[in-house]
């Protein structure tokens, strides 16, 4: 049996395993700058499971990284909530204004910028694996389906799902629905990865006792712009804690 692949969630483990697959070093240093870039973009965020979210971001690279050598790929990955949970110099929100693009794509060029965004396009929430089955991928987003599905490995990989279940029993179809899609990829090894760790979830209904269902994930505020700002949506109703 394969030993089952386990993302990486630091840094210094991702340039080993990059390096151990053949990259170049100089392509483990560009790795490197865009992960600087990545730590002030995330600083002070985790996920709801209280994972510090800069390891989710080397966990969706280092997946990525896993099943295809594209170093764009890799480096989109570890961006790909550049445009949902990212910091900007501005102080102003995530989302993709043509500064925060222009900025992006002065930190980590503009393919990948491109990738980014695209990524950011994609529904794939409760339910949107399962429409992509039935009503297909349009024809050249097959990249970003790839990049979509690998991330789904570093949520699946370290429990993630479970004590925070963001999708309920909906994990189910949602995963026989990615393992499909993988392998209308040509990905089999992604699909069999997914389906392993989908089977996994049958034995940790314990984590249930864990759960904490009022927050979509929580903040320390690095400075008091960004304090003010989160008080400010939190006062507004929205699902986060400011520490």
Request: charged residues 25%; glycine residues 8%; contains cysteine.
């Amino acid at each position: 049996m394969t030993e089952l692949f386990v993302p990486r969630q630091t840094n210094t483990a991702l340039y080993m395993q990059l390096y151990e697959a053949g990259h170049a070093v100089d392509d483990i240093v560009r790795v490197q700058k865009a992960y600087r870039v990545g730590c002030a973009m995330f600083n002070g965020r985790y996920r709801k499971t209280g994972r510090p979210f800069i390891c989710h971001a080397v966990g969706a690279a280092s997946s990525v990284a896993h099943f295809d050598k594209d170093l764009d790929l890799v480096i989109a990955a570890m961006f790909h909530a550049a445009y949902d949970s990212g910091q900007y110099p501005d102080g102003k929100s995530s989302r993709r204004s043509d500064a925060h693009r222009r900025w992006l794509e002065q930190k980590i060029g503009a393919t990948v910028e491109g990738l980014v965004a695209r990524v950011d396009a994609m529904k794939f929430d409760t339910g949107d694996p399962e429409r992509l089955v039935e009503k297909g991928v349009p024809a050249g987003d097959e990249d970003v389906l790839f990049l979509r599905l690998a991330h789904e490995i570093d949520d699946l990989a370290d429990g993630g799902l479970a004590f925070a279940p963001k999708y309920g029993r909906s994990i189910e179809s949602r995963i026989t629905a990615c393992a499909i899609l993988a392998r209308r990829l040509g990905r089999e090894r992604l699909a069999a990865t997914i389906e392993t760790y989908g089977s996994l979830y049958e034995t940790q209904a314990w984590a249930a006792a864990l759960h904490e269902p009022k927050l979509e994930g929580f903040r320390i505020a690095p400075n008091m712009r960004t304090y003010i700002k989160l008080r400010w949506e939190s006062l507004r109703g929205g699902s986060v804690e400011v520490i």
